[in-house]
């Protein structure tokens, strides 16, 4: 199963790392990513592939805690999800 994760907030060091750690940690692997800084916001996106590891909710309060602990805001969309949402 494919999940959407996105993560927004001030930048500062370490957001990468921590966010993939918690992924790494959780048997997550990261297909996709793209990230970007506009005027000291950061922003980043990334397609995951969750396999048999993990739901998209038990992942979401997983990225939850790592956000607070990271100053960012985490969210996770099952990838059909955020495919139709985002198409005409």
């Given at each position: ?6 993560v927004i907030g001030k ?37 995951c592939d969750l396999g ?37």
């Amino acid at each position: 199963m494919k999940a959407i994760v996105s993560v927004i907030g001030k930048d500062k060091s370490g957001i990468i790392a921590k966010v993939s750690t918690a992924l790494a940690d959780s048997g997550v692997n990261i297909e996709d990513i793209s990230q970007t800084i506009v005027q000291g916001n950061f922003t980043m996106m990334m397609v995951c592939d969750l396999g048999e590891n993990i739901s998209v909710a038990e992942l979401s309060d997983v990225l939850d805690k790592t956000g607070k602990e990271a100053g960012v805001v985490i969210r996770v969309q099952h990838e059909d999800i955020f495919n139709a949402m985002h198409s005409l």
